[in-house]
């Protein structure tokens, strides 16, 4: 099966800077795909270089299998990008900006498909306001709109739940999710890491223009050795048996990292010694966002951009 | 092609929904103008033989003003939307560089021409006008509302901000257009000033425009035409590669 992305050895350079130093990446049909990294890694330029919005100082990159400079046109017809920026054109309202954007795919009377959208992203009430007057969040909305209007096989969303409520937030995901089930390659970026381990099953992490991860959410989450456990003692004072385990001390809690299960029962063991009391236990599980700190690692290091 | 339309359409509902501003507003100011000039000048200059002042000001007043408003519409579309951001909705279409140029080079003449034929309606209503060729009128509005068209294309996409399109605007367009013949037949200019007024291009639009009319004109349409219509296809040429290499748009 052809790959819905494929991006070999992609350089950006603005001057000096390289904002892409060497990207390798390929997302199967029907992937549900996150891009992740800290502000300026280079999401935005990746995707504005798969969407033909920039591009691409070297290297090669196709949307199933049509090359996103060369077969511009074909290339761009089978993605649909939302762009981060809330960008919209003021002469217009909701309506009209779908009906233009979908003339702009060579679709008329494409009214049947627009009604599906502007219901499931709850426009409805809106279609016929101008685009000046919606919010901030109902401006996203169309935004997310507009890059459906041609039922892209590859959708890319560029930070979709950037400053959007809750209900919005869960009524896009589940219509997203929806698109995806029916087959559609889904891509999107977000700084909501709960967001990305919850829907995507597989994350590459960018950092300073290259791939630092890539793997599925799981076996990501399953390389970052260990579990946490919280614990409330009744000592202020952690037995030194337990001195090296400690990751952290916040609000009165001692914060342990153990390899594996068998280890607690070795701190237990350690605080009976101690006769130390446990007032409160919590065993918390690795998340993603465990594995980004990981893997940035050094990120609060980085130059301020 | 229907992608090519949507864009068409957008260009030209874009300024037809505020007509008020894009097409009424230029038309008074141009038969302001020619109110004026005409009533101070109409009995101290005569250009041609035969031809009043005030007919020989009303092409050159006419064309000034569609080739101002054929500039003002591409280069203040485009500038909009690169400001606003919303011109990645056309640059993620899979629409081609050639249908965007000509999208918005055909807008720019349909503005051009609405104002320019508004214009004309009024003066015929004060004026008689002779008319010579309608062909020579029509070949010459067209080609010069494409042409400034095409360079209003250039400037927004050179321009980053507002101040640097007005800045492409007072200094070259203006000058250019002011010092192309439309007060005066270059023939009563010095012989430097002359010699240097065939070197504009704008001059060679008026002249031969005017030619349609009166059928007189300083050098000969058909030489203006050859001008024009290289000077056409040569920003045209650029403003395609800009738009194929994506210079400025797709950085």
Known sequence: ?305 | MSGFYTLLHKELLRFWKVGLQSIFAPMIATLIYLFIFSHILEERAQAYPGVTYTAFLIPGLLMMAMLQNAFANSSSSLIQSKISGSIVFVLLSPLSYMEIFVAYVLASIVRGLLVGGGIYLVILIFFDMPLQSLLWIFIFALIGNGFLGVLGIIAAIWAEKFDQLAAFQNFVILPLTFLSGVFYTIHSLPPFWEGLSRFNPFFYVIDGFRYGFFGVSDVSPYFSFMIVGICFLAVSWVTLRMLKTGYKLRQ
């Open chain 1, 1 to 305: 099966m052809i790959p819905a992305i494929e991006v070999k050895k992609v350089y950006k350079h603005y001057g000096p800077v390289g904002a892409l130093v060497g990207i390798d990446l390929e997302i199967e049909q029907g992937e549900f795909f996150a891009l992740l990294g800290p502000n300026g890694a280079g999401k935005t330029t990746l995707i504005n270089v798969l969407a033909g919005l920039t591009l691409p100082s070297n290297g090669v990159a196709k949307i199933m299998g049509h090359d996103v400079v060369k077969s511009y046109r074909e290339a761009r017809r089978i993605v649909g990008v939302v762009p981060q920026e809330l960008v919209f054109d003021p002469f217009f309202s909701v309506r009209e900006t779908l009906s233009i954007q979908s003339g702009y795919y060579g679709l008329r009377n494409n009214d049947a498909w627009i009604d599906e959208i502007l219901y499931h992203l709850g426009l409805r009430d809106k279609e016929n306001a101008n685009m000046r007057t919606l919010s901030g969040g109902m401006k996203r909305r169309v935004l997310v709109a507009q890059a459906l209007v041609h039922k892209p096989p590859v959708i890319i969303l560029d930070e979709p739940t950037a400053g959007v409520d809750v209900e919005l937030r869960q009524s896009l995901w589940s219509f997203i999710k929806r698109l995806n089930r029916d087959g559609h390659t889904v891509v999107l970026t977000t700084h909501y890491l709960d967001e990305a381990e919850e829907l995507c099953s597989r994350v590459a992490m960018l950092k300073k223009g290259e791939i630092v991860a890539l793997d599925s959410t799981k076996n990501l989450i399953k390389n970052v050795s260990g579990y946490l456990i919280r614990l409330r003692l009744s000592s202020e004072t952690l037995p030194s048996d337990l001195q090296p385990l400690l990751e952290s001390y916040i609000e009165g809690c001692f914060i342990l990292r153990v390899n594996n299960y068998s280890k607690i029962e070795s701190v237990l063991a350690a605080l009976r010694i101690g006769q130390i009391r446990v007032l409160e236990m919590e065993l918390m599980q690795p998340d993603l966002e465990d594995v980004f700190v990981k893997i940035m690692g050094n990120t609060k290091n980085m130059e301020p951009v």
